[in-house]
């Protein structure tokens, strides 16, 4: 089961100019020299690194670091951090909205995705995900103790693990309730006693002459559409983000309980940033 967020309408796609298109290029060029460039680094530092530490991975999450810190810059987006990362094994939960997240909270911290399996399958971004760790999930609680061991095993590696509880993007102007899902692995009893789990709040602010929604990708946007949208724009924003203090699963008696203390943080540390959106635009998730 997948799920796409379709509610709000796209803001108009702006004009393509001969400028436009020559800054597009301009910038994408080297934004993928820097990214399939990284990733063949990050293939053959794998090869030492599997032999001799297995499932962790000492060295290649800086290189992830560093490729989307810099196709941040690339890009133009301004990156300001506010909090500290939790160290050691854990997890982490954030709001979702857009592909530019996968960038943005790499470049804070080493981290590893948890998605949705059909991201597998998407060209480009299916081996970026592949190489650089991301567990691929189903989002079936018949699934839930298969995934559970899973992320049990990840994180007895050292890895912190990143979840979008909202299961989908959205328009970077609000946060849509979390599903709780996932949150049942927290509970296995080889983690729930020891683990802890970050939430984060990401904003998106557009420059001034923008749509508020500009960073936003949902519905049927394409992603190759966005990406040129957002390689054309001269001049772009900031994105925010903010870690919150670590929340003890063991404090918690169960998914939903622990899923709404996580989202009553990264709600509030969204709202405090970014302005308040009215509960009558939260719009709706269409299941398929």
Known sequence: MSTTWFGDTPPPKPPRTAAGYGLALVRGLPLALLVFGGLAVLLLARLVE??????ARPI????????CRNALRIIGLALEVEGTPMNGPGAAVANHSSWLDIFVLNASKRIYFVSKSEVAQWPGIGWLAHATGTVFIDRDRAQARAQAVVFAERLVAGHRLLFFPEGTS???RRVLPFKTTLFAAFFAPALRDSLGVQPISV???APQDADPRLYG???DMSFAGHLVTMLARPQHGTVEVVYH?????ADYPDRKALAAACEAQVRAGFERRAGRVPPDLEGSVEEG
């Open 245 to 249: 203090p670590p929340i003890r699963v």
């Open 170 to 172: 959205s328009d970077g």
């Open 203 to 205: 904003i998106y602010k």
């Open 50 to 55: 599997r032999p001799f530490f297995g499932a």
């Open 60 to 67: 290649t999450p800086f290189i992830t670091v560093f490729v």
């Open 217 to 219: 990708w949902w519905g």
